[in-house]
T-cell receptor, first 113, second 117 residues
Framework: RKEVEQDPGPFNVPEGATVAFNCTYS??????FFWYRQDCRKEPKLLMS???SGNEDGRFTAQLNRASQYISLLIRDSKLSDSATYLC??????????????FGAGTILRVKS | NAGVMQNPRHLVRRRGQEARLRCSPM?????VYWYRQLPEEGLKFMVY????????ESGMPKERFSAEFPKEGPSILRIQQVVRGDSAAYFC???????????????FGNGTRLTVT
């Protein structure tokens, strides 16, 4: 089983739609959680952190369910510029190594006019 | 305040040659991570280094790949006797310390695209 699993998509949605991505992780020692965005094979860029209480940043809402080991990202009022690959990222803390970020394979979003 | 700098941006090597990829971390950062992204795949962890130390190399192929982060100068990812399957984007990220959290997430360089012909 992969450490971080995401639906690869693609999700094809019209402008203005609401779309949600899910991610599951297998390691209960995971400490912190992030969503990164990657455009056209460029470097991943931090989109937002994911807090236990859930958090919102403009049109983006992230949720974490530690009991189910599940993370979600909700995008409201989709824009063409939201088209990208969204990477679910889990930080696993190993006592001997410190931190290791494990990336999901990504979910492709295509927003169409 | 420059971010993580990687060079070269693009590197073309023939099979059997050596590839050297460089990563200069953000100012004040002493921890470096290397990731590889094969075509149509996600990022895969390769190695985590601190100055003069390899902390975790669990993602490094057993042969031909090595990494270093000397006291002075950039971190180097070295691939000897490259094969076509090494063609990928190699990303570097840095952090100021051992902890990655919400206040100190990882930021990536713009990557080196290696093409083996």
């Amino acid at each position: 089983r992969k450490e971080v699993e995401q639906d690869p998509g693609p999700f094809n949605v019209p402008e203005g739609a609401t779309v949600a991505f899910n991610c599951t992780y297998s390691n209960s020692a995971s400490q912190s959680f992030f969503w990164y965005r990657q455009d056209c094979r460029k470097e991943p860029k931090l989109l937002m952190s994911v807090y236990s209480s859930g958090n919102e940043d403009g049109r983006f809402t992230a949720q974490l369910n530690r009991a189910s080991q599940y993370i979600s990202l909700l995008i409201r009022d989709s824009k063409l510029s939201d088209s990208a690959t969204y990477l679910c990222v889990v930080n696993i803390l190993a006592l001997e190594y410190g931190n290791k970020l494990v990336f999901g394979a990504g979910t492709i979003l295509r927003v169409k006019s | 305040n420059a971010g993580v700098m990687q060079n070269p941006r693009h590197l073309v090597r023939r099979r059997g040659q050596e590839a050297r990829l460089r990563c200069s971390p953000m100012k004040g950062h002493s921890h470096v991570y290397w990731y590889r992204q094969l075509p149509e795949e996600g990022l895969k962890f390769m190695v985590y280094l601190q100055k003069e130390n390899i902390i975790d190399e669990s993602g490094m192929p057993k042969e031909r790949f090595s990494a270093e982060f000397p006291k002075e100068g950039p971190s180097i990812l070295r691939i000897q006797q490259v094969v076509r399957g090494d063609s990928a984007a190699y990303f570097c990220a840095s952090s100021p310390g051992i902890t990655i959290n919400y206040n100190s997430p990882l930021h990536f360089g713009n990557g080196t695209r290696l093409t083996v012909t």
